[in-house]
């Protein structure tokens, strides 16, 4: 689709702040009204409809496509798409520990530890770590309060924290980033230790790269969803 309007707005109405191009909303894919609840988030949204030059590319708009998910996608059955995500809690990465090499262990320990750790003083909750790949259920207090927080975000904040959850398959990270309890580049690099070591060990090509950048950047755009959400008007 050709760009076909001059002028991008963020609009207060009824729904929150809503987009208008040319003075008309903005509909999502569902035919609802784009509206967030936000005034940081609705200007970073028409910022991104602003920066289109000749054809609309909806890759380039990662703010946008995350608040149409949150409208048309996640609010309908929020209950439902919360209990995915916390699905992650049973398995979670940073459970699954290599036994060998020595160096991998150590990576996984340095940046694993801290985030189990925190988790554990944050939820009142504990940990069973496995060496391998063959599934060890969590305590059912743990997955139990795990599954709580994550219930407890509204269809906004589980729509930017799913690509943090299911890119980096970790869901204690994932809410360690949310509540700003580490920084992004910390998250990042714990949910890439495997993949980091592997590239240490045998390189990487063109396409991997291209991929690893492309997810980070879905990540990124996640994290920055929230972060604007919670920076308000």
Not at 2 to 11: G, P
């Given at each position: ?47 991104e409809w602003a ?61 694993w530890d801290p ?119």
């Amino acid at each position: 689709m050709k760009r076909f309007y001059e002028k991008t707005d963020a609009v207060r109405t009824s729904d929150g702040w809503a987009i208008a191009l040319d003075e008309r909303p903005v509909k999502t894919p569902g035919r609802k009204s784009l509206a967030v609840p936000a005034r940081k988030l609705a200007d970073a949204i028409a910022a991104e409809w602003a920066g289109q030059e000749g054809e609309i590319d909806p890759a380039s708009m990662p703010l946008t496509g995350l608040a149409n998910a949150a409208i048309d996608r996640v609010a309908p059955q929020a209950h439902e798409f919360a209990a995915e995500l916390a699905q992650y809690g049973e398995t979670d990465l940073l459970c699954y520990r290599a036994d060998s090499p020595a160096e991998l262990v150590a990576n996984q320990s340095e940046a694993w530890d801290p985030l189990l750790e925190w988790a554990q003083k944050r939820f009142d909750i504990g940990f069973e770590t496995i060496t391998g790949i063959v599934h060890r259920p969590q305590p059912e207090s743990t997955v139990t309060r795990l599954r709580g927080a994550t219930e407890a975000y509204d269809p906004f904040r589980l729509a930017g924290l799913s690509p943090l959850v299911r890119i980096g398959g970790s869901l204690v990270a994932a809410l360690a980033l949310a509540e700003n309890a580490f920084d992004e580049d910390t998250i990042w690099a714990a949910t890439r230790v495997d993949e980091d070591w592997q590239a240490s060990q045998w390189g990487e090509d063109e396409e991997a790269i291209a991929e690893r950048d492309s997810r980070r950047r879905e990540f990124s755009a996640g994290m920055r969803f929230i972060r604007l959400l919670d920076a308000g008007d």
